[in-house]
C-alpha cells in the first residue's frame, strides 16, 4: 500500500476538519464530538470514511473490476430513480432522504463512471483512434453527466468534462483539447466583447495570418473552414447565452467576467469570498480569529466556500500548503497510476486523479473570482458525508488496486 | 490491434495540473498579500467603531442640591452599506415616521457616508424604541446608541447654566474631538466647563455578524480607549435664593447678583427675562431656542454679566472714597445746594448745606458735583488731565472698567472712559464742568451688575474683593478649588471705608434715607439706591447693598430696568432677597407680594406711544 496517498489524504482530511470546525463552531463551544453542529458532524462523517477505507483494503482487488459494470448501471438506475423520488436541496433534485439522512447518489456517480470507463477502455480491443472506441467511452461518461444535469445539479453535471483527461491518456488527440480549450475561450471573449467585434476580429487575425505566412496557403480549405465554423460559433454565442443558459448561470458569469457588479445578489457569494480570503493577507489571521467566516458573512461557508475559511485565517501561507497537498496527492496518483501493470488500474487511476483534480482546480477558482459560481465541494474540506465518502472510496479503490498491483499478470 | 504508448503524456497532464495550480496561487498572491484593498473592506464590513460617550458631569448648588443632570435618550443609527432590502413600511410605522421622512434620512446618511454611521433619528426615548427594540435583526444596519440629555429639575439660572446642543460646522472644523451629532456646551457654565464636563469620549472596535450582531471587541479590546466620565461641578449659587430672585425678577427687566463678599461666591445671578431651561433639550431644543433668539425682550441674554449700565447714584460711594482718599473732602466737609457752581447738576433736595454721610443716604446730586470738582481741581496735579487719571486708576481699583476673567459667562467689561476719549470729543479742551455727568455715575461711564455687586462687597470687606466666580469645586480636582481664593485690595484707609458704610447703613435708618422704607430693626443693612437717567425711556432703578452690617454675609446688586426710582423697585428687591437669604423668608409679605406682581414689561408696552 502506497503510504504517501494515505498520508496526502489524511493530511487534507485533518486540515479541512480543523477548517470546519473553525467555520462552523461557536466561540463558546463545548465538545468537538457535539453531533448537533457540523463540525461534530463531520467527525462522524471521518469515522464512517476511515471505515469504509479499511474496508475497501481488505476486500478483494478484483471485486471491483469485476463488478465495475454492475456498480455503474446501480448508479445509473439510483439518479433515474432520483428524478422520481428526489428530495430538492438548493434547487437541485439531487437527495435519497431515508430518515434523517440524505444521501447524493451524484457524488458516487464519479467512481462509478471512473470504474465503468477503466473498465471499458482497459480491454485490449479498445483503440481511442478507433470511432467505436471514442463513441462508447464519450456514451459511458455522458450518460449519468446528463441524469445529473436533469436534477438540475450543472456543477456536478460538469465535473464529467474532466474524463477528458482520462481519453486524453488512453490517446485521444490533444487537438480535442485544445480545440475545446479555444472554443471555450471564444466564447467568453465573445460574451465579454460582443458577436459583432469578435467576428470581425478574427476575420482580419485570417487576413493578417494569410498575408504573413505563405505556407499556410497551402491548406485554405483547412483554414477558411475553421474560420467559417468559428464565425457560426460565435454567432451562436448569444443565443446561448441568453437562452440556453439559466439566468443564475448567466449573471455569475457576467460577474465573473466583471460584466456585472452586484455586490448584493448573484455577487455576493464572490465579493464577500473574495474579501474574506483577500483579507487573510500572508500568515493569516490566525486559527478561528477569521472575523468574516466565523460571522457569517461567507454565505455557504462550511460546504461550497470551506476554502475562505483557510484563506482567511491561515493566509497566503496555509492556502499555499493546502494547494500543494493537492498538488502532491494529484501527482502521485499520476505516477501510481503510470507504474500499474493493469491498464484497468492505470485508467481508473487517471480518472481518480482528473475528478480530485476538477474539483480542486474549479472550487478554488470559483472561490477567488476566477470562475463561475458552480456549486461542487472541495474534496475531504467540504461539509458533507456523502462528498467525503464518495471522494475517499474513489480514492482507496485506486489504493487498493495499487498495492494489488504485483498480483496482476 | 497494436497499442501505442500514450505514457509520456503524463507529463504534459502533471504540467496542465500544475499550471492550474500556478495560476491559482498567483491570484492569492495578488488578493492575499499584493492588495490591500480586501483587509480594508473586511474591516468596514466585519468591524464596527461604538463610540462610548461618557455622562456628561453634573452640576450642583452650594448645598449639594442637584441642578443638572442626564437622562438616557436613544440615538438610532444607519450605516448605509449594511442596510439590506427589508420591510420598511413595518420599520416606519413602529417608529412613527413618514415613507417620505425615511427616505429623506437615508438619502442624507448616504450622501454623508456609506461606510460610517450616521444618526438616523435623534434623542428616542426607551419608551420610542421600545416596539423596534426586539425586533431590531430585522433591520440589519441599523442600531441604538445611547446618548445622554441634559435635565434641569430646577428651572432656574437658564442663561447662567447655559445650554448643551449638537457641534456646528465650526466646532468641528475648530476642535478635532468632536464629530458630527456630538453634543457641546453652547453657552454659559456649560460652555465653560465643556473640557471638564464632558469628559472623554472612548471607543471600541467590535466584531459584528452579517445580521449586524455585536459579537465581542476586536482582538480583546486592543483599539479600545475607555471613555472617562465627565466631572461634576459644585457652583456656588444657592437654589433657593435664585429661584427667589428669579420669583421676585418676573415681568420686569434687569439683573440680581449676589455674592458673599469674603469668598467672592456668587450666590445668585438673575437675568430678567428668562426661560425654562429644559426648553433648549431634546428635539424641540432648535425650534425653541429661534423663539428665544427672536423675543425682543431678549431673554437669552444673561443681563448679570453682559448688561452695561452707568451706575448713577451708586457710584456716589466711589466718588466719596476718592474725595476722601485724595484729602479735598472729609466727611465733616459742607456742601450747599446753592451758588453758581451748583448750577450743572440740579439738587433734588431741600436739605442744604449737607455733610458727607446725610449726603450719601439722602443722595444729594450737587455734593458729588462739588465734591468731584474739587478732586478734578486739586492742586496736587498740575492739571485736571492729571488728576483724572489718577481719579480713573482708582475707579479701576474697584474692580470696574474690566473683565474679571472668572468662570462668569458673557461678561463684558463696562467701561470707565479715558483721558484719551475726552481728548478725542473735546478735542484736547476739557475740564471738570465738561465731564460733570461723572460726578454722579452717569455719562460714558458703564459697569455690570456683577461689577456693582463686586463694590458692595469691597464695602462690605473693608477693602478688598476676592474674585466673584461659580466654581466651588469639582469631582476629580482638587487643585481647582483655590483658583479664585486671591484677595484683590481695594487701598483707601480705614476710616473712609467707615464713613462708607455708615453712610450706606443711614440709607435704611436715616429718615431722610432713599431706602427708609425698608429698615429692618432686627436686620442691619446697608446701601445706595440709584435713579439713572435713560434715554430710551424711564429711569433705570437700581441698588446696591451688604448685610448685616457688621459681619457681612451678603452683598447685592439689583438693577430694574425702566422701572423709575431706585427706592421704588430695585431697593425692595434687595432688601428682600437680603432677608430671603439671612432669614430664609420674609416678614414682609405685603411688600414681597407688591414686587411679585408687579409687572413692568407689559405696563411699559402699553404705555408707548
Not at chain 1, 181 to 193: D, G, H, Q, R
Not at chain 1, 363 to 382: D, E, W
Amino acid at each position: 500500500m502506497d503510504w504517501l496517498t494515505v498520508v496526502l489524504y489524511l493530511s487534507l482530511v485533518v486540515y479541512g476538519w480543523l477548517s470546519l470546525y473553525s467555520a462552523s463552531g461557536s466561540s463558546e463551544s463545548t465538545s468537538i464530538f457535539d453531533f448537533s453542529e457540523r463540525y461534530g458532524k463531520q467527525l462522524l462523517w471521518i469515522g464512517l470514511a476511515l471505515l469504509l477505507a479499511f474496508m475497501i483494503l481488505v476486500i478483494d482487488a478484483k471485486f471491483f473490476s469485476s463488478f465495475a459494470y454492475i456498480f455503474y448501471f446501480l448508479i445509473i438506475f439510483s439518479l433515474i430513480g432520483l428524478l422520481f423520488f428526489g428530495e430538492t436541496v438548493a434547487g437541485s433534485r439531487s437527495w435519497f432522504q431515508i430518515g434523517n439522512f440524505a444521501l447524493q447518489p451524484s457524488e458516487f456517480a464519479k467512481f462509478a463512471t471512473a470504474l465503468a470507463l477503466a473498465k471499458y477502455l482497459g480491454k485490449l480491443q479498445t483503440d481511442m483512434r478507433l470511432f467505436k472506441t471514442k463513441a462508447v467511452a464519450i456514451t459511458i461518461i455522458s450518460f449519468p453527466a446528463l441524469l445529473i444535469l436533469m436534477q438540475n445539479d450543472t456543477g456536478s453535471a460538469l465535473v464529467y468534462f474532466s474524463f477528458i483527461l482520462v481519453l486524453y491518456r488512453e490517446g485521444l488527440s490533444g487537438w480535442i483539447i485544445v480545440i475545446g480549450l479555444l472554443l471555450a475561450a471564444l466564447f467568453i471573449i465573445t460574451i465579454k466583447f460582443g458577436e459583432f467585434y469578435v467576428a470581425i476580429a478574427l476575420v482580419a487575425l485570417a487576413v493578417l495570418l494569410f498575408a504573413l505566412f505563405r505556407s499556410l496557403r497551402h491548406q485554405w480549405k483547412i483554414w477558411l473552414s475553421s474560420l467559417f465554423v468559428s464565425l457560426i460559433f460565435v454567432s451562436m454565442v448569444d443565443y446561448t447565452f441568453k437562452h440556453v443558459l439559466e439566468s443564475h448561470q448567466r449573471i455569475r458569469i457576467a460577474v465573473m467576467l466583471g460584466m456585472k457588479e452586484d455586490p448584493h445578489g448573484a455577487g455576493y457569494n464572490v465579493n464577500q469570498s473574495e474579501i474574506a480570503i483577500g483579507s487573510g493577507g500572508f500568515i493569516g489571521k490566525g486559527y478561528r480569529k477569521g472575523m468574516l467566516t466565523r460571522n457569517h458573512f461567507v454565505p455557504e461557508q462550511s460546504t461550497d466556500f470551506i476554502f475562505c475559511t483557510v484563506g482567511e485565517e491561515r493566509g497566503f501561507l496555509g492556502s499555499m500548503v493546502l494547494i500543494l497537498l493537492f498538488l502532491a496527492l494529484l501527482i502521485r496518483i499520476i505516477q501510481l497510476s503510470e507504474r500499474q501493470r493493469s491498464a484497468f488500474s492505470r485508467i481508473y487511476g487517471y480518472g481518480v486523479a482528473s475528478i480530485l483534480f476538477f474539483h480542486f482546480a474549479v472550487n478554488l477558482a470559483m472561490t477567488i473570482g476566477l470562475f463561475p459560481v458552480v456549486g461542487i465541494p472541495l474534496p475531504f474540506f467540504s461539509y458533507g458525508g456523502s462528498s467525503l465518502w464518495a471522494f475517499t472510496i474513489l480514492l482507496f479503490i485506486f489504493i487498493k488496486q495499487d498495492a494489488n498491483r504485483l498480483n496482476v499478470l | 490491434m497494436y497499442r501505442k504508448d500514450y505514457s509520456a503524456r503524463k507529463y504534459v497532464i502533471i504540467a496542465g495540473f500544475t499550471l492550474v495550480a500556478v495560476v491559482i496561487l498567483v491570484r492569492l498572491f495578488y488578493l492575499q498579500v499584493y492588495t490591500n484593498q480586501y483587509k480594508l473592506s473586511a474591516r468596514d464590513i466585519a468591524l464596527r467603531r461604538v463610540i462610548e460617550y461618557p455622562a456628561r458631569g453634573r452640576i450642583y448648588d452650594r448645598h449639594h442640591k442637584l441642578l443638572v443632570y442626564n437622562d438616557a435618550v436613544y440615538d438610532l443609527m444607519v450605516i448605509p452599506r449594511q442596510v439590506k432590502s427589508m420591510d420598511t413600511l413595518k420599520f416606519c410605522r413602529l417608529l412613527q415616521i413618514s415613507k417620505a421622512f425615511f427616505i429623506k434620512m437615508m438619502a442624507k446618511a448616504k450622501h454623508y457616508s456609506y461606510y460610517k454611521p450616521s444618526i438616523f433619528l435623534k434623542q428616542l426615548s426607551q419608551k420610542d424604541k421600545g416596539p423596534i427594540e426586539e425586533i431590531m435583526y430585522e433591520f440589519p444596519g441599523f442600531y441604538f446608541q445611547t446618548r445622554t440629555l441634559r435635565h434641569y429639575p430646577y428651572p432656574i439660572a437658564a442663561q447662567l447654566l447655559g445650554n448643551v446642543g449638537e457641534v456646528n460646522q465650526r466646532d468641528l472644523k475648530r476642535y478635532s474631538y468632536y464629530k458630527p451629532g456630538d453634543y457641546i456646551g453652547k453657552s454659559g457654565i456649560e460652555m465653560f466647563y465643556e473640557k471638564e464636563l464632558r469628559g472623554k469620549k472612548g471607543s471600541r472596535l467590535v466584531e459584528v455578524d452579517v445580521h449586524n450582531n455585536v459579537k465581542g471587541s476586536f482582538q480583546n479590546g486592543k483599539f479600545d480607549t475607555l471613555s472617562i466620565p465627565g466631572a461634576d461641578l459644585t457652583l456656588s449659587l444657592d437654589e433657593k435664593l435664585q429661584a427667589y430672585g428669579q420669583l421676585l425678577m418676573q415681568n420686569k427687566k434687569g439683573s440680581i447678583v449676589a455674592i458673599a463678599p469674603k469668598t467672592g461666591e456668587i450666590l445668585a445671578f438673575v437675568s430678567s427675562p428668562t426661560y425654562n431651561p429644559n426648553l433648549l433639550v431634546g428635539r424641540q431644543r432648535s425650534k425653541n431656542y429661534n423663539r428665544l433668539l427672536h423675543d425682543s425682550s431678549k431673554p437669552l441674554m444673561d443681563r448679570a454679566s453682559s448688561g452695561t449700565y452707568p451706575p448713577g447714584s451708586t457710584f456716589k460711594l466711589i466718588e466719596a472714597l476718592i474725595g476722601l482718599q485724595d484729602g479735598v473732602v472729609t466727611a465733616n466737609t459742607w456742601f450747599t445746594n446753592q451758588g453758581p457752581a451748583s448750577k450743572p447738576i440740579p439738587s433734588d433736595s431741600y436739605i442744604s448745606p449737607v455733610q458727607m454721610k446725610l449726603a450719601i443716604a439722602a443722595s444729594i446730586n450737587s455734593y458729588f458735583w462739588k465734591t468731584f470738582r474739587a478732586i478734578m481741581d486739586n492742586p496736587k496735579y498740575a492739571n485736571t488731565h492729571d488728576a483724572f487719571d489718577a481719579w480713573r486708576k482708582k475707579v479701576l481699583s474697584f474692580g470696574l472698567g474690566h473683565r474679571f476673567n472668572t468662570d462668569i459667562p458673557f461678561e463684558k467689561p463696562g467701561y470707565i472712559p479715558t483721558r484719551a476719549y475726552y481728548d478725542k470729543v473735546y478735542h484736547g479742551s476739557w475740564n471738570a464742568m465738561t465731564i460733570r455727568s461723572l460726578s454722579i455715575g452717569q455719562g460714558e461711564i458703564l459697569v455690570t451688575p456683577v461689577q456693582l455687586a463686586n463694590v458692595a462687597a469691597i464695602i462690605a470687606n473693608r477693602g478688598y474683593y476676592v474674585k466673584p466666580h461659580f466654581l466651588i469645586s469639582m469631582s476629580g480636582d482638587d487643585t481647582i478649588s483655590g483658583k479664585y481664593h486671591k484677595k484683590y485690595k481695594v487701598p483707601f484707609n480705614q476710616s473712609y471705608y467707615k464713613v462708607a458704610r455708615e453712610a450706606m447703613t443711614e440709607v435704611f435708618t436715616s429718615t431722610h434715607g432713599t431706602a427708609h422704607a425698608y429698615y429692618m430693626k432686627s436686620l442691619s443693612q446697608a446701601g445706595k439706591t440709584g435713579t439713572v437717567q435713560n434715554p430710551q425711556g424711564k429711569d433705570n432703578s437700581m441698588f446696591m447693598a451688604f448685610a448685616p452690617v457688621e459681619h457681612p454675609k451678603i452683598a447685592i446688586a439689583v438693577v430694574v430696568e425702566h422701572a423709575g426710582y431706585g427706592a421704588t423697585w430695585a431697593a425692595p428687591i434687595a432688601s428682600l432677597m437680603i432677608e430671603k437669604y439671612l432669614r430664609g423668608k420674609t416678614k414682609r409679605p405685603l411688600l414681597e407680594k407688591r414686587i411679585i406682581n408687579a409687572d413692568l414689561i407689559h405696563n411699559q408696552k402699553l404705555k408707548k406711544p
